[in-house]
């Protein structure tokens, strides 16, 4: 037996054929999804326009199009305390042991 693990979105994107042979064990409570993250060193004015082409892209069709197709929802503006519940998971540890290799 094999087994592995996933997001729920991919899992509901996938082929019917393939889902129908596998087994949900275990589900973990919904998280903050990704991020596109800016360096603090790129210029504030620089970040306002990113972040202003990206809500702009996810409202043309076009763009909507898109995103609906890889699963994604619209882009959104946040801010750096959204992400206190993935902070949380204590998973940033794997950084240092990437770097040590």
């Known amino acids: 037996m094999a087994g592995g693990g ?3 979105r991919t899992f509901k994107t996938m082929d019917k054929e393939v ?5 949900v064990l275990w ?3 919904g998280y903050t999804p990704h ?6 060193r790129v210029p ?3 970040r306002e326009e990113l972040m202003i ?5 996810s409202a043309i069709q076009a763009g909507s199009m898109l995103l609906q197709g890889l699963g994604f929802n619209p882009f959104e503006a946040a801010k750096s305390s959204d992400w206190n519940d993935v902070r949380a998971l204590g ?11």
């Open 44 to 46: 504030v004015g620089v």
């Open 6 to 8: 996933g997001v729920k």
């Open 35 to 40: 991020a596109v993250a800016i360096h603090p």
């Open 53 to 57: 082409k990206f809500i702009q892209f």
């Open 91 to 101: 998973v940033g540890g794997f950084l240092s042991a990437l770097r040590d290799q």
């Open 19 to 23: 889902t129908k042979q596998l087994r």
């Open 27 to 29: 589900e973990t409570p």
